[in-house]
């Protein structure tokens, strides 16, 4: 391979672009060109979140002495000669400017070898000038490092995100790539702290549970498709796993990662009704089409991309995502998303429709907490009732003698105990665990469960965030999750969020936190607890809850917990959870949609019973 300055006309296709946008953007440039040098071994080490330090050391061809200064001028590449080449690109690169442009806005030092060589040569660059050029000894292959990002540009230093978000994209770019070359080992490394170990693999599954954990690789399906524009081949999310917010959803073509909106829509309307709204399944899909079908060029960083036969690979990732769906065997509607529900008159202003009738309003206790399952309540409740030698004593409470039939003895206390104070529950009725009937003045009401419990986990929430105070919060034991160096920076800078919502979080060595406690009403059973963190952690990155105009961001975490705390809750298990739920429902201040704008009860008049007979 040699390096050729590209003639001014391809040049000139080439749209000239921004390549250099934060940190992440040099980790994606020095590991492609690791790999594209035919690297088997590619670390990265980070420091301050790439502010400081973005460093990639490969053990692939390296570069001869000229080279090595010649890589560092605009247009130099090693592997595109003629405009022709460029329909049959299956390198990263081609554009030859990744290096020009960084080396533009930081302090680059190259080190590099070839096989062949004795020596290396060290280049040092400061603002596109050459500011050293020297031989050293070195290890066969390229180590590249470039330090003070932007050190010349104080405005984009500035702009620069938080450390969190900064090298969240830098896990998201590394992960990418990784993604792409199982064969090909990678470490990821910030502040001295592992981050990523990917071991050299066989198939991308490996990969993707050494990146992504075996966790979420056991809720993988396969997907394959052979159509004549496409091949594809991947793994797609059950749907009970999608999550609440984007996460890992990866397309590549040709071994190449890509963004793409549309593809995503092929993806989602083959999950269509199968997971809750706002919640997206994992996928890892790889398509592989003939090269010159595809224009990877109409984007700086490559990241979009244009396909001829857009609409075809549509259906074909639409067909092989649905086929994986049909074998999932996943059935199940989401009824209150039917266009035919919305025929369900809107429910007036007029309060007293809400309530179903015969209510005797004097005797329902409105302070009645309606996360309380029936088994705490019946813990507590209980507890006052029982004899003196069956409570528990402070000594003898210990994990290993713990008496779980204390629960059902008391439970048994419950139902005496409040039937004075609520509603015979003969009038409700749960559906499916998802919707609760009951009547209304006139007609027969319908309460969605899950948006109902949204509204009152968001009311909560909003609450304690605005007015001051903690959301109460039901006591687990202990579960240590593993969340990585980054995740723990996260929940650091969250504590007085997280503390007032309920949560109780505790950091546990370098990359670990213990859970101890969660939001009244959050599921909490061990199995899920590591998902409810991955959400979590999810939620508090998410940008669009940073600090704007006043109120504007609790209302965002109120949102997104409120999501959190009712997809993570438990199905209801009795009309008596069911009636609690109602009365608190109908309490709030605007019961009739969730904080998200979706319908949470409806009420069917009637006259339209009537018509069915
Ligand atoms: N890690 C590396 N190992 C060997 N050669 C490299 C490495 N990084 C860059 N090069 C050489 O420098 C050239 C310029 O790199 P770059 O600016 O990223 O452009 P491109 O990747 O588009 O060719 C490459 O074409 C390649 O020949
Ligand atoms: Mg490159």
Same mark, same amino acid.
Not at 42 to 55: F, H, I, N, P, S
Not at 233 to 262: D, H, I, M, T, W
Not at 528 to 538: I, K
């Given at each position: 391979?040699?390096?050729?300055?590209?003639?001014?006309?391809?040049?000139?296709?080439?749209?000239?672009?921004?390549?250099?946008?934060?940190?992440?953007?040099?980790?994606?440039?020095?590991?492609?060109?690791?790999?594209?040098?035919?690297?088997?071994?590619?670390?990265? %080490?980070?420091?301050?979140?790439?502010?400081?330090? /973005?460093?990639?050391?490969?053990?692939?061809?390296?570069?001869?002495?000229?080279? *090595?200064?010649?890589?560092?001028?605009?247009? *130099?590449?090693?592997?595109?000669?003629?405009?022709?080449?460029?329909? $049959?690109?299956?390198?990263?690169?081609?554009?030859?400017?990744?290096?020009?442009?960084?080396?533009? /806005?930081?302090? #680059?030092?190259?080190?590099?070898?070839?096989?062949?060589?004795?020596?290396?040569?060290?280049?040092?660059?400061?603002?596109?000038?050459?500011?050293?050029?020297?031989?050293?000894?070195? @290890?066969?292959?390229?180590?590249?490092? /470039?330090?003070?990002?932007?050190?010349?540009?104080?405005?984009?230093?500035?702009?620069?995100?938080?450390?969190?978000?900064?090298?969240?994209?830098?896990?998201?770019?590394?992960?990418?790539?990784?993604?792409?070359?199982?064969? #090909?080992?990678?470490?990821?490394?910030?502040?001295?702290?592992?981050?990523?170990?990917?071991?050299?693999?066989?198939?991308?599954?490996?990969?993707?549970?050494?990146?992504?954990?075996? *966790?979420?690789?056991?809720?993988?399906?396969?997907?394959? *498709?052979?159509?004549?524009?496409?091949?594809?081949?991947?793994?797609?999310?059950?749907?009970?796993?999608?999550?609440?917010?984007?996460?890992?959803?990866?397309?590549?073509?040709?071994?190449?990662?890509?963004?793409?909106?549309?593809? $995503?829509?092929? #993806?989602?309307?083959?999950?269509?009704?199968?997971?809750?709204?706002?919640?997206?399944?994992?996928?890892?899909?790889?398509?592989?089409?003939?090269?010159?079908?595809?224009?990877?060029?109409?984007?700086?960083?490559?990241?979009?991309?244009?396909?001829?036969?857009?609409?075809?690979?549509?259906?074909?990732?639409?067909?092989?995502?649905?086929?994986?769906?049909?074998?999932?065997?996943?059935?199940?509607?989401?009824?209150?998303?039917?266009?035919?529900?919305?025929?369900?008159? %809107?429910?007036?202003?007029?309060?007293?429709?809400?309530?179903?009738?015969?209510?005797?309003?004097?005797?329902?206790?409105?302070?009645?907490?309606?996360?309380?399952?029936?088994?705490?309540?019946?813990?507590?409740?209980?507890?006052?009732?029982?004899?003196?030698?069956?409570?528990?004593?402070?000594?003898?409470?210990?994990?290993?003698?713990?008496?779980?039939?204390?629960?059902?003895?008391?439970?048994?206390?419950?139902?005496?105990?409040?039937?004075?104070?609520?509603?015979?529950?003969?009038?409700?009725?749960? /559906?499916?665990?998802?919707?609760?009937?009951?009547?209304?003045?006139?007609?027969?009401?319908?309460? $969605?469960?899950?948006?109902?419990?949204?509204?009152?986990?968001?009311?909560?929430?909003?609450?304690?965030?605005?007015?001051?105070?903690?959301?109460?919060?039901?006591?687990?034991?202990?579960?240590?999750?593993?969340?990585?160096?980054?995740?723990?920076?996260?929940?650091?800078?969250?504590?007085?969020?997280?503390?007032?919502?309920?949560?109780?979080?505790?950091?546990?060595?370098?990359?670990?936190? %213990?859970?101890?406690?969660?939001?009244?009403?959050?599921?909490?059973?061990?199995?899920?607890?590591?998902?409810?963190?991955?959400?979590?952690?999810?939620?508090?990155?998410?940008?669009?809850?940073? @600090?704007?105009?006043?109120?504007?961001?609790?209302?965002?975490?109120?949102?997104?917990?409120?999501?959190?705390?009712?997809?993570?809750?438990?199905?209801?298990?009795?009309?008596?959870?069911?009636?609690?739920?109602?009365?608190?429902?109908?309490?709030?201040?605007?019961?009739?949609?969730?904080?998200?704008?979706?319908?949470?009860?409806?009420?069917?008049?009637?006259?339209?019973?009537?018509?069915?007979?």
């Amino acid at each position: 391979m040699e390096l050729r300055i590209l003639p001014k006309n391809i040049a000139d296709m080439i749209a000239a672009g921004e390549v250099v946008q934060r940190p992440a953007s040099v980790v994606k440039e020095l590991m492609e060109n690791a790999v594209d040098a035919g690297a088997g071994q590619v670390d990265v %080490v980070v420091t301050d979140a790439g502010r400081t330090l /973005v460093q990639v050391i490969d053990d692939g061809s390296g570069m001869t002495p000229d080279d *090595a200064v010649l890589c560092f001028e605009r247009h *130099a590449t090693s592997k595109l000669a003629t405009a022709e080449d460029l329909h $049959h690109i299956l390198s990263f690169g081609f554009r030859g400017e990744a290096l020009a442009s960084i080396a533009a /806005v930081a302090e #680059v030092t190259l080190r590099t070898r070839t096989r062949d060589a004795q020596v290396g040569t060290e280049v040092r660059m400061a603002g596109s000038e050459n500011t050293l050029t020297r031989e050293v000894s070195c @290890p066969v292959g390229t180590n590249v490092a /470039v330090r003070n990002l932007f050190y010349n540009i104080p405005a984009r230093r500035k702009f620069l995100k938080s450390d969190n978000v900064e090298l969240r994209h830098i896990v998201e770019e590394f992960q990418r790539v990784a993604l792409t070359r199982p064969e #090909v080992g990678f470490s990821l490394t910030h502040n001295g702290r592992s981050i990523h170990v990917a071991k050299p693999a066989k198939s991308v599954k490996f990969r993707i549970q050494d990146l992504l954990g075996p *966790a979420l690789t056991g809720d993988l399906m396969d997907i394959s *498709a052979d159509t004549t524009i496409a091949s594809l081949r991947g793994y797609v999310g059950r749907p009970e796993s999608a999550r609440k917010a984007l996460g890992n959803q990866f397309f590549f073509v040709n071994g190449r990662y890509f963004r793409s909106p549309y593809l $995503h829509k092929a #993806v989602m309307k083959a999950y269509e009704n199968l997971v809750p709204e706002g919640s997206t399944p994992s996928y890892f899909i790889y398509l592989d089409v003939d090269p010159s079908t595809v224009d990877v060029n109409i984007h700086p960083t490559k990241a979009e991309i244009k396909f001829e036969e857009e609409s075809l690979l549509f259906q074909t990732v639409l067909a092989a995502v649905k086929e994986a769906m049909g074998r999932a065997s996943v059935a199940g509607s989401i009824e209150f998303d039917n266009p035919e529900a919305r025929e369900i008159p %809107v429910v007036g202003p007029h309060f007293d429709e809400y309530r179903p009738s015969g209510i005797p309003t004097a005797g329902v206790d409105w302070n009645f907490n309606p996360f309380e399952t029936e088994e705490t309540a019946g813990r507590e409740g209980g507890d006052s009732f029982a004899p003196e030698s069956a409570r528990s004593g402070g000594k003898e409470e210990t994990v290993g003698s713990y008496d779980y039939s204390r629960h059902i003895d008391k439970s048994q206390n419950y139902g005496a105990l409040f039937e004075d104070r609520t509603l015979p529950t003969s009038q409700i009725l749960v /559906v499916q665990g998802k919707y609760i009937l009951t009547q209304s003045a006139s007609g027969l009401m319908v309460i $969605h469960v899950r948006r109902a419990q949204e509204r009152l986990f968001y009311d909560r929430f909003l609450k304690a965030l605005t007015a001051g105070g903690h959301v109460s919060q039901t006591a687990l034991f202990p579960v240590t999750v593993n969340v990585g160096m980054e995740g723990l920076l996260v929940l650091q800078n969250h504590t007085e969020v997280l503390s007032r919502l309920g949560f109780d979080i505790s950091p546990f060595g370098a990359d670990c936190v %213990v859970v101890n406690g969660v939001p009244e009403g959050y599921s909490a059973q061990a199995g899920t607890v590591e998902r409810l963190v991955g959400d979590l952690l999810l939620a508090l990155e998410d940008e669009s809850s940073a @600090p704007g105009l006043p109120g504007v961001m609790e209302q965002a975490l109120a949102r997104k917990f409120a999501l959190l705390g009712a997809t993570s809750g438990e199905k209801l298990r009795s009309p008596l959870e069911a009636q609690r739920l109602v009365d608190a429902l109908l309490q709030s201040e605007n019961p009739e949609f969730t904080a998200a704008g979706k319908r949470i009860l409806a009420i069917v008049p009637a006259e339209d019973l009537e018509k069915r007979f």
